[in-house]
């Protein structure tokens, strides 16, 4: 059995020779000395600390095994003393949270920021000398841009002279008789001296500077520098004052000889101007400023008449065309440059329409590229670039492309009706010079692409013809009211040749062009939809108007949509809305789908008016079956159309090619509608050969229609063209990746593999939790720490309340105490007098 604690602790006292047997009287006289008393309370202390059980906190379970490179202190690590701890952590509060406890809810306070105060490390000594040199350098720091300031600001004077003894020999020794004087002298002796050594200072100048040429150059000094600079800036600015000065005057010279100049730059010279008449004496002085031809002008002259002669010539000045400023004359190769540029603009945004991701950012850049010039002069902008029309571009027209804009005006049709005379030759000129429009080669030659077979005139016929047509417009008027609905225009056309109704027409526009009336642009507006019913008008009739006649019209349809394109666009769709009622097209319906192509841009991915008019054109050849010749031709003509319609934007069309089939296995066929319907399906080919489903749209029907109606050239054709698409095709795969390498599994092996421990293969998720319990121990610690500083406060409340208490309590009882002892006394002399009563009676 283990001895008992009051055993152990007699024999660890025993052991320190702390007790033991008694020590005699000698010896406790002589007491303990400093070494013994601290060496008891050591061991007295290491006695206590080992008898206290709550004093340490050891690991649980101690270590199993010793490992070698283990330091040598690492158990002693391992021991905690809760108490001390305690006792540390509470001294650091009182140190740290208390004061701020104390300081809650208190405004104010003096803090004292002198240099060194609250330093205990420094002597007073170290603070003065700190404080000295602060001092100093902000001074230093403050002067660096004083140019007045002297090269030794802290040389000492006396009397405003500096302490050098050897400059003073005549002065007199101390306690000289000679030296005594009064103060009279000594500012006289004093001011003697100061130009004497000035003097002296000067000759020791000029001296040193002979002396200097032979010795090198010597530093110069900041107050030197910054002067030398400032006389530099001085003489600079007068300098150029001088030159200022002179040029001025060189310019009042050349003034005054101008008109000569310019008078022998014309060939002749004016005669001398004579001179101003002699002032009257009682003139003002102040005359003598004013131009000399200014006060000949005004001595000839009211100064109301001259005012107003000056005013008309500054107005005359800004009326003049020529005083407008005109752009820089390019060279061509600018020109081609710009040309180039704008092609391709104009192609990019073709594009983008048609693939139908034209944005509305792109789509307002377009329509400020494509403004008309006329808005410049008053006009409205129009709405062109909204349909896909080009504006009015400002380069030139390239040859052979005409325009129905660009025609000349009669003299004698200016001079009969016109409302204009001289001032609309002048303005025309020049609108109609700057709004020369581009119009590409492929819509002025789109008729005769979709018409292959219509034989070309030959030149006799031709020439024939051109006499015959001016013949004939020699004998047509020269003016037409504008007609703003078809029945007024048939009317204007009545007794008309169909040969001379583009040149009735041309007249119109010119005779109601918009600058020469405000009201002239609605009625052109009315005008151009009247055109579009016309030429649908025109093509039923019998017999049939020349194609020519047709062509031209559409041009001035095409020229008029770009000044108004709403009014044109709604003419046009109201025509496609009743083809979509009847569903079987006339002739005039076929000559507004072709003016439709030829006008508008067929590769946008929605456009107002070409969107529906290939929607019905696919709907009358998917819904259509051809039942005699006549639906056999149309279905001709409308599959050249799509066919030109998709020219740029090759979109694929399966009603087309059903039709084209049943056409061509139709009985009712002959051989030219059969050759039309071959050229458009071997157009077909060639159009969709891009197509990934080329093959299966040709094969096999198409193959064997062409066999049966035997064609060996366009038979020939298709197989070339699908051996090619099949040769170009690849067949699906798989991608080809770099072979991977068999996925090896090396045995992961722990060093301090702890059965007890937890390890996770995913590092990510051991980080994870790594942090999870990172912060939960930290999270731990500080509700921990939180609550020990509660607990301090609620202590330190507790504390300061008890004091409190106390302090009440005792002043409380002491002053019972004083009213009690008060009473007491008060009652004591009452008894007394009482007794003293008594006593008496």
């Known amino acids: 059995m283990p001895p008992s604690q009051l055993k152990r602790l007699k024999t660890s006292l025993r052991e320190q020779g702390i007790t033991g047997p008694e020590k005699s009287k000698k010896q406790k006289k002589r007491g303990y000395g400093p070494d013994q008393r601290v060496q008891r309370n050591a061991a007295l202390a290491n006695i206590r600390e080992s008898f206290n059980p709550f004093e340490f906190k050891t690991p649980a379970r101690p270590k199993k095994f010793e490992v070698t490179t283990s330091r040598l202190n690492a158990t002693n690590s391992m021991v905690i003393r809760p108490s001390v701890s305690k006792s540390l952590g509470e001294e650091r509060r009182r ?55 002297a090269e030794d600001e802290d040389e000492l004077t006396h009397l405003g002279r500096s302490l050098d003894f050897e400059s003073v020999k005549h002065k007199a020794e101390d306690y000289d008789a000679a030296s005594v004087a009064t103060s009279s002298e000594d500012d006289r002796d004093g001011l003697l001296s100061r130009k ?48 200022k000065e002179e040029d001025d005057e060189l310019r009042l010279e050349l003034d005054k000889d101008l008109q000569d100049v310019l008078a022998a730059l014309k060939g002749h010279l004016n005669p001398p101007s004579k001179l101003p008449a002699a002032l009257p004496q009682d003139a003002p002085a102040n005359n003598f400023s004013i131009n000399p031809d200014r006060a000949a002008l005004l001595n000839g002259k009211s100064r109301t008449d001259a005012e107003k002669e000056y005013d008309e010539r500054v ?21 081609a440059q710009e040309e180039v540029n704008r092609l391709k603009k104009l192609e990019e945004n073709r594009i983008l329409r048609m693939e139908g991701v034209l944005d509305e950012e792109s789509e307002d850049d377009v329509k400020m590229a494509t403004r008309n010039v006329e808005e410049d002069e008053g006009f409205e902008a129009d709405d062109a ?107 204007v056309l009545r007794g008309i040749a169909p040969s001379d109704i583009p040149t009735v027409v041309q007249r119109i526009r010119a005779l109601y062009h918009p600058q020469l009336h405000p009201e002239n642009k609605g009625k052109l507006a009315d005008f151009s939809a009247t055109l579009v019913d016309h030429i649908s008008y025109m093509s039923c009739q019998k017999p049939a108007p020349p194609l020519a006649v047709l062509e031209t019209i559409i041009r001035h349809i095409h020229s008029l949509s770009r000044t108004f394109p ?49 929607t019905l054109m696919a709907r009358w050849l998917g819904m259509s079956t051809p039942q005699n010749s006549i639906d056999i031709a149309t279905g001709a003509y409308i599959g050249a159309l799509c066919l030109q319609y998709q020219r740029l934007s090759k979109r694929y069309i399966p009603e087309l090619v059903r039709y084209t089939l ?63 698409t099949r040769l170009a095709r690849r067949p699906l795969e798989l991608h080809h990746h770099r072979p991977l390498p068999i996925k090896t599994s090396v045995p992961k092996f722990e060093e301090g593999f702890n059965p007890d421990k937890h390890y996770d293969p995913d590092k990510e998720r051991a980080e994870a939790s790594k942090l999870r319990a990172e912060y939960k121990r930290e999270r731990k610690g500080a509700l921990r720490e939180l609550r020990k500083d509660a607990n301090f406060i609620a ?33 004591n002399a009452y008894e007394r007098e009482k007794r003293a009563r008594k006593g008496r009676k």
């Not at 032979?214 to 150029?240: C, F, L, N």
């Not at 409340?797 to 002491?814: F, G, H, M, N, S």
């Open 385 to 491: 670039a909204d349909f896909g029309l080009p504006g009015a571009p400002l380069g030139s027209r390239p040859e052979g492309v005409e325009d129905e804009d660009n025609f000349e005006v009669d003299d004698d049709l200016i001079a009969s009706g016109s409302e204009g005379d001289a001032e609309f030759s002048d303005s025309s000129d020049e609108g109609l010079a700057t709004r020369d429009d581009t119009q590409l080669a492929e819509d002025d030659e789109f008729l005769k692409d979709i018409l292959p077979n219509i034989c070309q005139p030959d030149a006799a016929s031709t020439s024939h013809t051109d006499t015959r047509d001016r013949s004939q417009s020699s004998k047509l008027a020269y003016t037409y009211p504008c007609p703003r609905s078809h029945s007024e225009l048939l009317k």
């Open 196 to 243: 004497r050594r000035r003097d002296i200072t000067i000759e020791e100048g000029n001296i040193e500077g002979e002396a200097k040429v032979d010795q090198p150059e010597r530093k110069k000094s900041k107050t030197e520098v910054m002067k030398e600079v400032i006389a530099k800036s001085k003489q600079h600015k007068y300098e150029r004052q001088q030159a």
């Open 566 to 614: 709403e009014r044109i666009a709604n003419g046009f769709r109201s025509h496609l809305q009743q083809l979509q009622t009847s569903n079987a097209p006339t002739p005039g319906d076929l000559t507004i789908l072709t003016a439709i192509g030829s006008i508008y841009p067929t590769s946008d991915h929605f456009h107002q008016v070409v969107t529906p008019a290939i």
């Open 95 to 149: 140190r740290t949270l208390l004061p701020e406890l104390r300081r809650r809810n208190k405004v104010g306070g003096i803090l004292d920021r002198r240099i060194g105060e609250n330093d205990p490390t420094m002597t007073p000594e170290e603070r003065m000398l700190e404080r000295f040199t602060r001092e100093k350098q902000r001074k230093k720091g403050a002067s660096v841009f004083d140019l007045e300031e």
């Open 795 to 827: 202590r330190e409340k507790l504390r300061e309340k008890k004091e409190k208490d106390k302090a009440y309590e005792v002043k409380y009882k002491r002053l019972v105490a004083e009213i009690q002892g008060e009473e007491g006394k008060e009652k």
């Open 315 to 335: 107005r005359q000045m800004l009326q003049d065309q020529r005083a407008k400023p005109t752009e820089r004359t390019k060279t061509e190769e600018e020109k």
């Open 662 to 724: 049943l056409a061509l296995k139709s009985p009712f066929s002959t051989p030219d509608l059969l050759s039309a319907h071959l050229k458009n399906l071997t157009a077909m080919a060639d159009l969709w050969t891009s197509k990934t489903a080329f093959t299966e749209i040709f094969t096999p029907e198409a193959l064997n229609v062409i066999k049966e109606i035997h064609e060996p050239k366009a038979l020939q054709r298709l197989q070339i063209l699908l051996n090619q």
